[in-house]
């Protein structure tokens, strides 16, 4: 199995995400998102920014390589009745599946930033994005003095060379 998947599906992340859920919504108010826009949400956890662009009437796809996380997402949307939002199990690093030129949005928020190879991820992102598309990060810095970049730190001491993320090295 892919370690990176196995990683994210060993732990419950759905536990933390329900404390993002004011600040998910806080970002995505802030995203310009407008009905019928065409969203990507890549590493979209159980859909911490993903329901809140649903919210606002944008069309959505949350892409997950932790299949725990997919289904979390989508019992969410149902739950919520949102028929406009679906999550689906993909690797940020590739996207095969999805077209090129598909979504006017492509957003990742401390997700993609999990995936072992920044530049084919990178170019994964502007694949599938429109020409004129947005594409919105929020990554951890190197070096940061953060609490939870320490914690990356620490943590990918402890993680098979070939799985750690780059830029907490
Ligand atoms: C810190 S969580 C953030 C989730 C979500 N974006 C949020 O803000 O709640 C990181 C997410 O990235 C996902 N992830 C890690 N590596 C990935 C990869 N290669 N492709 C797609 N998703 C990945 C994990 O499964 C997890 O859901």
């Known amino acids: ?24 919504e806080g970002l995505v108010a802030k995203l310009g998102v407008t009905k019928g826009l065409k969203v990507l949400d890549l590493g979209c956890g159980d859909g911490t920014t993903a329901i809140p662009a649903a919210r606002l009437g944008a069309d959505v796809l949350g892409v997950d390589i932790a299949s725990n996380l997919v289904a979390a997402g989508n019992n969410r949307a149902r739950e919520l009745g949102l028929t406009n939002v679906r999550f689906q199990e993909g690797d940020a690093s590739n996207l095969g599946e999805l077209a090129d030129d598909s979504f006017d949005l492509v957003v990742s928020i401390f997700g993609a930033m999990f995936a072992p190879k920044p530049f084919d991820v990178a170019k994964e992102m ?8 947005r594409i919105v990060m929020g990554n951890w810095i190197p070096g940061d003095p953060t609490l939870i970049a320490q914690v990356l730190k620490t943590s990918a001491a402890y993680t098979p060379r070939h799985q750690r993320v780059s830029s907490v090295r």
Not at 3 to 12: Q, R, S
Not at 126 to 133: A, F, H, N
């Open 126 to 133: 502007v694949r599938v994005t429109k020409p004129g598309g």
């Open 1 to 24: 199995m892919n370690p990176n998947k196995a990683l994210w599906e060993k732990g419950d992340f759905t536990r933390i995400a329900a404390s993002m859920r004011d600040s998910g």
